[in-house]
Every structure is written in C-alpha cells, then in structure tokens.
C-alpha cells in the first residue's frame, strides 16, 4: 500500500510507505515499526527542535512545547516545500516519564496515518532546565521534477 501525500513541492508524492511487518507485536501506540522510501525521493534531515518562541520565550509544559517544536519543524519543511505529512521518521526526547502522554497527544494529532517511525526516548535533560522536549524529524518526498 503506496499512500498518497499531498505537499506543494512534491508533485504526485508517493515518496513512502509504511512496512508491514509479520511476526512482531504490533507497534504500541500510533507508529509504524519501518518505512520504505523510494529510490529518488528527496530527504530533509531536521536537527533537535526546543521550545523557544518568536519572543525567545519557552512555553510551559510538554504539550505547549511539543505543539511549538512541531510548528518549528512545520516551518522549515515549508522552506523545503514539503509538510508534516511527508515525515518519515521522528525522534522524540523527554525529561520524564511523566511527559509522554502529552508529547504523544500532540504526535498523534499531527500525524495520523500512514503513521511515521518513531522512537520516545526519556534523557536526563537538554542545555537549559526548562526545556523538557526535543524532537527531531527525516521527511521523504517524490523528487521534483528535473532534480532526480
């Protein structure tokens, strides 16, 4: 099954598709096990996004940040002419247990299915106190025209 993803630079993006994969439990929240990219599909490599806002504010809470570290990585697969849809795999890093529940709210708003990859890793923390999520995304899209 080749899902169709609709993003303005990614003409006709069919650019992945989730595995299915036999024998393993199944994935234990909203999550594919892999993905398959194909051959030519333009990649963006997204670094570590924090919480800070356009004020040089950091919200409070991990859903708040959360919400604006998907905003962030929103905007710069805009400059990329792709979207969210196109993430084909997230890494997600919280300072607690305690923050996973409202991380994977957000996760699971965002990104309905096909469902990326995905790893929630817990960390000891990030370079200041107040941050308490990180996330960081690959996306996938059929080349553009004439750049394959």
């Known amino acids: 099954m080749q899902p169709k993803l609709l993003s303005p630079g990614c003409p006709s993006v069919t650019?992945?598709?989730?595995l299915a994969v036999p024998?393993?439990?199944a994935p234990l929240a909203a999550y594919s096990h892999g993905v398959e990219i194909a051959v030519g599909s333009r990649l963006i490599f997204c670094s570590g996004q924090l919480a800070v806002g356009a004020d040089g504010k950091?919200?409070?809470g991990c859903e708040a940040q959360a919400e604006l570290c998907?905003?962030?990585?929103?905007?710069?697969?805009?400059?990329?002419?792709m979207t969210l849809r196109d993430v084909?795999?997230?890494n997600a890093f919280v300072t607690d247990r305690q923050h996973m529940k409202p991380y994977m709210r957000v996760r699971d708003r965002l990104f309905p299915?096909?469902?990326p990859a995905s790893t929630?890793?817990?960390?000891s923390g990030f370079t200041r106190e107040e941050f308490v999520v990180e996330i960081e995304?690959?996306?996938a899209c059929d080349a553009r025209d004439g750049n394959a």
């Open 88 to 90: 084909v795999r997230i």
């Open 120 to 123: 929630l890793m817990i960390v």
């Open 137 to 139: 995304i690959v996306a």
């Open 113 to 115: 299915a096909p469902f």
């Open 58 to 60: 950091v919200p409070e």
């Open 23 to 25: 024998n393993i439990p």
């Open 70 to 81: 998907f905003a962030q990585i929103a905007a710069i697969l805009r400059a990329a002419d």
């Open 15 to 18: 650019g992945w598709s989730p």
